[in-house]
Antibody, heavy 123, light 110 residues
Framework: QVQLQESGPGLVKPSETLSLTCTVS????????WSWIRQPPGKGLEWIGY???????NYNPSLKSRVTISVDTSKNQFSLKLSSVTAADTAVYYC?????????????????WGQGTTVTVSS | EIVLTQSPGTLSLSPGERATLSCRAS???????LAWYQQKPGQAPRLLIY???SRATGIPDRFSGSGSGTDFTLTISRLEPEDFAVYYC???????????FGGGTKVEIK
């Protein structure tokens, strides 16, 4: 079955750029929305943004100025870059697969998640 | 931007009891766009319900979802020990595009 695995540095310095990659295995990256979600320690889930396999993106307005999500279909990977990080960006970062059927206008939820990777912003 | 408010923040119940969790949207949401997730400590969230009332693959039938418009409910008919966790609702927004989560409800053992 499809599995997702996040990878990237666990420690990022303030003002630098956080970079994470999610590798999709066991299936194709086509026809889905690929999302990044984060969870600060002891807090709830925050959607960061998603990319459709074709490359179109949508971002959380609160993070939009600092976020870039890209996809590499040849490697079955998608990536997150978050610039100018501060301690408030310390969180567990998850990647997840979501499916929205445009023909039936139906959202099937985020059915596959990575295990999450902890990113700490500290000097 | 639609805001999802979940209540209560914490629900203290005993195994075998019924749990009723609420998710209220700041404006009307299509039932086709509403999902629920379960998250246990140290784990990624797991999809429970999509389309407000359809159970995801492998989800026991003690979990059910209902609602429309601005008010949605997740019901766990009889709590099993493994059901004590945090539950989140989520909506897919098309205008503006977004995948907003509610703040979560923790179901804890009484």
């Amino acid at each position: 079955q499809v599995q997702l695995q996040e990878s990237g540095p666990g420690l990022v310095k303030p003002s630098e750029t956080l970079s994470l990659t999610c590798t999709v295995s066991g299936g194709s990256i086509s026809s889905y929305y690929w999302s990044w979600i984060r969870q600060p320690p002891g807090k709830g889930l925050e959607w960061i943004g998603y990319i459709y396999y074709s490359g179109s993106t949508n971002y959380n307005p609160s993070l939009k100025s600092r976020v870039t999500i890209s996809v590499d279909t040849s490697k079955n990977q998608f990536s997150l870059k978050l610039s100018s990080v501060t301690a408030a960006d310390t969180a567990v970062y998850y990647c997840a697969r979501a499916y929205y059927d445009i023909l039936t206008d139906y959202y099937y939820g985020m059915d596959v998640w990575g295990q999450g990777t902890t990113v700490t912003v500290s000097s | 931007e639609i805001v999802l408010t979940q209540s209560p923040g914490t629900l203290s119940l005993s195994p075998g009891e019924r749990a009723t969790l609420s998710c209220r949207a700041s404006q009307s949401v299509s039932s086709s766009y509403l999902a629920w997730y379960q998250q246990k400590p140290g784990q990624a969230p797991r999809l429970l319900i999509y389309g407000a009332s359809s159970r995801a693959t492998g989800i026991p039938d003690r979990f059910s979802g209902s609602g429309s418009g601005t008010d949605f409910t997740l019901t766990i008919s009889r709590l099993e020990p493994e059901d004590f966790a945090v539950y989140y609702c989520q909506q897919y927004g098309s205008s503006p595009p977004a995948l907003t989560f509610g703040g979560g409800t923790k179901v804890e053992i009484k």
